[in-house]
């Protein structure tokens, strides 16, 4: 808890929740970056799941990287949101369990990689898995402005 | 009375506005949704514009196009919930810089989308594949990418920008 409070007297923390640029361009940053990592996650996953025409080799090259590129503007966005409130963030059941989807929905994105990268079958649990942890994960982090 | 004032007034207190507003889950709700269709639609067109503009050459471009049904049903998600989000609340959005921006966004998103639909696509199978599209395909490709995440932004920042 120490920490958090540390964290929450950051030069970064403070920049974020009380300048008047900072939280607005973070915001932009995190949905920017959730269109990329989640936008493109789902177009891999229904291909895998036969509803998209995109194939395992498309999969493994650009789209995946665009997909990553999404996902480190968002660990970079959300850390920095995360400062400027830090020790209510943790209390939040919402924001616990959206990080908790998050870190499901990467691990499937890694898993499906690495399983394209040596030619192994994916099957359909795994996207239908990460689609799910999404859609979980979006729920729960706008949720965590209401409950 | 203007007529943003008649329209605002013939919106607030009918029944969608009521429902809209009526109850503590709706607006979340519709959060979500449109965040749901922000990504489907975002996801399918960045992989449509990328290989329009020529920057992803390896996809088959026949695959790329049979991805825009999934752009359409993003788009059908968040006009139909971002319908709703303004007749929740006509008075805030209506005078809302970013939201009128945003809107005249999606109207140029959607006039570059006809162009793509009556010229470019037609046209597709008979590029020699991946060589760099025409240029008029890779300006439609530009064009797409630039207003959508536009539009994404703008809505995004609706609640900091122009509200007075």
């Not at chain 1, 540390?6 to 920049?15: G, K, N, V």
């Not at chain 1, 616990?96 to 499937?108: A, V």
């Not at chain 2, 005249?104 to 020699?128: D, R, Y």
Request: charged share 10%.
């Amino acid at each position: 808890m120490a920490f958090l409070v540390w964290l929450e007297q950051t030069a970064l923390a403070t920049w974020v929740g009380e300048s008047l640029y900072g939280y607005p361009f973070l915001l932009s940053m995190h949905v920017t970056g959730l269109a990329l990592i989640v936008g493109i996650s789902s177009v891999i996953n229904l291909s895998l799941l036969g509803v998209l025409p995109v194939t395992a080799r498309d999969v493994q090259g650009s789209l995946l990287r665009l997909a990553w590129a999404g996902f480190a503007i968002n660990a970079l966005s959300g850390i920095a949101l995360f400062t400027s409130q830090a020790t209510y963030f943790v209390t939040s059941a919402a924001f616990l369990s959206k990080l908790l989807c998050i870190i499901c929905g990467i691990m499937t994105v890694a898993i499906i990689q690495s399983r394209c990268r040596s030619n192994r079958s994916i099957g359909r649990v795994l996207p239908a898995f990460g689609l799910l942890c999404w859609l979980a994960a979006i729920a729960a982090g706008r949720l965590i402005a209401y409950l | 009375m203007t007529v943003i004032e008649s329209v605002v007034n013939w919106i607030e207190g009918g029944v969608i506005n009521s429902w809209v507003v009526g109850s503590a889950w709706v607006w979340p709700t519709l959060e979500i949704l449109h965040f749901v269709g922000l990504s489907l639609l975002l996801g399918a067109i960045v992989v449509v514009d990328l290989r329009m503009a020529g920057l992803i050459r390896s996809l088959e471009l026949t695959a790329v196009t049979r991805l825009l049904p999934l752009a359409g049903l993003g788009f059908l998600i968040n006009v139909t919930t971002g319908v709703l989000f303004f007749f929740g609340d006509p008075a805030r959005y209506s005078v809302n810089v970013g939201f009128q921006i945003k809107m005249l966004l999606v109207v140029l998103a959607g006039v570059n989308a006809l162009w793509f639909f009556m010229k470019i696509e037609p046209q597709v199978q008979h590029w020699t594949p991946g060589s760099a599209p025409p240029l008029t395909a890779r300006l439609v490709g530009v064009t797409s990418l630039a207003t959508w995440f536009g539009v994404l932004l703008l809505g995004r920042l609706i609640p900091y920008i122009g509200t007075g």
